[in-house]
Structure formats: C-alpha cells, structure tokens
C-alpha cells in the first residue's frame, strides 16, 4: 500500500532538509512527535507538524486534479545568550535549502509534484529558555493529476 500524499509530503520534505547534511558536523534534528533530548548548549533544528489548508480541487479552469496546499516549518533552533545571529545563520541555512521555486519528487507517481511556491520566511526568533527558535515557514504546493 502506497503512502497517503501528506506522508509523502512529509518524507520529501525532511530529504531535501537532511540530505545533504545542513552543515559540518551535521546540526541534530529533532522530528515532529519523536522524543529527543537535545544536548545542553548544542543548536538543533526541530522540524514542526506540517501546517495543512483544505485540500482544493479548482476544477477545469485551471487543471483537472487536486491541490495540496501548506507551510511546512522548521524551528533553528541555538543556546540562549549568544546573540542573534547564531540563530539568523541557522535559520538562513535551512531557508536556503527551501528556495523559491524548487521542485520535489513524490513517489506518488509521475503526474504528482511538490513546489515550493514562495520565498521562506525567518519569523522573529521566540525565547524558550534555554533556547531561543527562529522559526522558517516553507510555503508549497502539491498538484495531484
């Protein structure tokens, strides 16, 4: 049995962030509802649940499938008290990652693809003592024909 599309969404998502490493040493990665104990004074990027909207299916005047539409978010994550700008690098890592217009392969079948349809956006950072997070928000599509 295949996959439902919003795990495949997931999956490739996670791929295009991990692989290849984000840096060197690679930064730990805590995934959404898994346990993870980050390690004191060590960055660590945490991938959030995916931000879904209502499934929409434009009908003929666009094209004939349906269109999976949502933010995927990823929290860089750095120690508190060394300033901003860890965290700003972090995050402009992961936002690299993700640019504007990228495609990504579902192993949905050949008619389905994952776009990412807008620039990501480096929230302002949220302190989470000990921690501070700079959340990324990656908007995208998936068009299912």
């Known amino acids: 049995m295949a996959d439902p599309i919003n795990v495949l969404i997931q999956a490739a998502m996670s791929a295009q962030l991990t692989t290849p490493a984000l840096t060197s040493p690679a930064t730990p990665i805590a995934y959404a509802f898994v346990p993870f104990t980050p390690t004191p004074g060590v960055s660590f990027l945490q991938i959030c649940p995916v931000l879904r909207a209502a499934p929409n299916a ?5 094209f004939s499938g349906t269109m999976f539409v949502g933010v995927f978010q990823i929290d ?3 120690p508190d008290g060394n300033g901003e700008a860890a965290g700003l690098r972090l995050a402009s890592l992961v936002a690299t990652r993700f640019q504007f217009g990228t495609v990504l392969l579902l192993q949905a079948g050949p ?19 000990p921690w501070i997070r700079f959340p990324v928000s990656i908007p995208y599509f998936v068009t299912q024909q």
């Open 58 to 62: 434009p009908g003929l005047n666009r």
């Open 76 to 78: 860089a994550v750095v």
């Open 111 to 129: 008619n389905v693809k994952l776009q990412l349809n807008g620039v990501p956006t480096i929230a302002p950072a949220v302190k989470d003592a």
